[in-house]
């Protein structure tokens, strides 16, 4: 089935004072939709993991929210996009333990669990993307 | 620079955590509490997190480095008043904050650093006893 | 006969809508304890207003054109709420059948002259009511899946019951299959119940739960270490030999976890924890 997007919001995050605004605007549109809180704080959890990792080995980038639907579900898409040095070996930090930077190396496959959907795209000095869904009854 | 109040009472320090915390004021209050530990010889410290909508790996980070940096200073670290969403979120995340102590309200933390002290008194006075 | 098939819609467009409601009275799959017989003249009427104003020479035989977009959405429609009322499939696909053979009887009277005319429309007319069959069915399971969802979901609210069995212990009896979704169900109920009743102890009693696998033990743990980052203890109860069997054979480790045989044996050391005894009243005799 499509997924149509509803709504779109950009946010640019350049510092570590960031993380709290964004949080809050991802927080708002969870609300908006209905869901409940537990997935809300899910998601803003991973959101807050993966601002961190952009904040960390990229120093800045921006923020994708969207408000999408495919059938009867509506969710938040969010997608992290950073112009930083990029990730070498995906697969390999998609491993839970696995870390390059003084984190618990939980980040991405922690991530993972939180969300529905998880994709990352990345090339090595040209920069990441990492896209996660999450559904209002998900 | 903003920073969470610690609270002294009697043997204990508590802190609440009221705001949403971001990195520098996390990394903050970790190095201000280690310092009043040891500042006031301080045997527990509650931590209430009840407010508190999101912990990530980074906040579970830092409780747990409290909680094991107290330690060394011979203090015990109790996390307090944890929301079920977050706790959920924790486990789901892969964190189970092996190392720190927990319970249900401030209260009750504070029943849990008191029989942890009292176990340990008892220890020494039975220690005396042993050498007299 | 340019536009052929409009024009006999149009002329027999009475006749077909007596036809089709007398073919539908006369069924014995006429359900009219679920619908009344005016509102199934009234359904059906619709339906052939609709048919007639839709269908010409030129769309009868791309069923996917827009021209049909209403039709098939009243189609949708009669569907959804067959489905949400109880009638069977078969029930639900005679619906539409009836009308094929309705038009078939009515082709047949008006061209019985032209026999080649005869097939050629039958054959049109056929194909486009397929179609509608197609799509009736469609909906109609769509409409029977949304009744089995809603279904679910209130089955897996009422399915987890917290019980406060004491003042500060918690009980939660766990009934069939305990799926991902299932333990966040638990987890939520038995955390928001420790922080409204401030209970200290949870019991989570397993006997129901038919068969322990790895993955099932997984939400287990996890239930668990949840409990106790909110600053509560857990016990796991109600484990029989066979699962206690199956544990060990998959190298589950459930080392950590305080687990008890019987819900009474659960209750009893949560009791103990609490430092609560339960002693039985002496006797009058004794007393005397």
């Known amino acids: ?72 579900e509506t969710g938040v898409r969010l997608t992290f996009s950073d112009k930083g040095p990029g990730i070498a070996d995906i697969s ?37 993307t990492v896209t996660i869904l999450k559904w209002k009854n998900g | 620079m903003d920073k969470i109040p610690i609270l002294r009472m009697g ?9 949403d915390l971001y990195d520098r004021l996390a990394l903050n209050l970790e190095t201000d509490l280690v310092n009043m530990v040891h500042k006031t010889g301080a045997r527990g410290v509650l931590i209430d997190i ?8 980074f906040m579970g980070r830092i409780l747990g480095n409290i909680a094991s940096m107290t330690r060394v200073l011979d203090a015990e670290t109790v996390v307090v008043g944890m929301q079920p969403a977050v706790a959920i979120t924790l486990i789901e995340l892969g964190l189970s904050l092996s190392g720190v102590y927990t319970a249900l309200d401030v209260e009750r933390g504070m029943a849990l650093l008191q029989t942890k002290l009292g176990s340990d008194d008892e220890l020494t006075d039975d220690d005396a006893d042993y050498t007299e | ?24 009275l006369a069924s014995d799959t006429l359900r009219d304890d679920l619908m009344t017989n005016d509102e199934l003249r009234l359904q059906s009427e619709e339906l052939v207003d609709l048919l007639v104003k839709s269908v010409n020479d030129n769309n009868i035989e791309q069923t996917e054109s827009a ?75 769509k409409g029977r899946e949304e009744v089995i969802f809603r279904q679910t ?93 199956t544990v060990v054979h998959l190298g589950i480790d459930l080392s950590n976890i305080i687990t008890k045989a019987s819900l009474a044996s659960a209750l009893k050391h949560a009791f103990s924890m609490n430092r609560l005894t339960v002693k039985r009243a002496e006797s009058e005799k004794k007393v005397l």
């Open chain 3, 67 to 141: 021209s049909f977009d209403e039709l098939f959405e009243l189609l949708s429609a009669i569907s959804m709420s067959r489905a949400r009322q109880g009638f069977s499939p078969r029930e639900t696909g005679l619906y539409i059948f009836s009308l094929k053979e309705a038009i078939f009887e009515l082709l047949q009277q008006d061209l019985s002259s032209d026999p080649l005319l005869l097939f050629k429309t039958s054959l049109k007319f056929n194909r486009l009511l397929d179609s509608f069959g197609v799509v009736t069915f469609e909906t109609f399971i």
């Open chain 2, 50 to 57: 009840s407010a508190v909508s999101i912990v990530d790996s």
């Open chain 1, 1 to 72: 089935m499509m997924l149509i997007t509803l709504s779109k919001d950009s946010i640019a995050i350049t510092r570590e004072q960031d993380v709290v605004p964004l949080r809050n605007r991802v927080k708002e549109v969870a609300v908006k939709i209905g869901m409940g809180l537990v997935n809300q704080t899910k998601l803003i959890t991973a959101a807050s993991e993966l601002v961190r990792n952009m904040l960390r080995y990229a120093g800045t980038g921006t923020v994708l929210i969207e408000v999408v639907s495919r059938g009867r």
């Open chain 3, 153 to 245: 979901e209130e089955i897996s609210d009422i399915s987890t019951p917290v019980i406060q069995v004491w003042d500060g212990i918690l009980a939660l009896p766990i009934i069939g299959t305990l799926d991902s979704a299932r333990t966040q169900v638990v987890m939520e109920s038995l955390l928001q119940k420790i922080v409204d009743t401030g209970s200290g102890i949870a019991i989570l009693d397993i006997s129901g739960v038919p068969a322990v696998d790895s993955l099932v033990a997984q939400h287990l743990i996890k239930t668990v270490s949840a409990t106790r980052l909110m600053g509560a203890d857990c016990i796991i109860s109600g484990i029989r030999p066979e699962i206690a069997q």
């Open chain 3, 1 to 24: 006969m340019t536009n052929s098939v409009a024009q006999f819609l149009k002329k027999n467009k009475a006749l077909l809508l007596d036809t089709w409601i007398q073919k539908q």
């Open chain 1, 92 to 128: 390999l930090a998609m491993q839970d333990g696995y870390s390059t930077g003084k984190s618990l190396g939980l980040g991405l496959p922690g991530t993972r669990r939180l969300v529905n959907d998880f994709s990352i795209q990345s090339a090595v000095g040209q920069g990441t």
């Open chain 2, 11 to 19: 043997a204990f320090l508590l802190v609440t955590i009221q705001v």
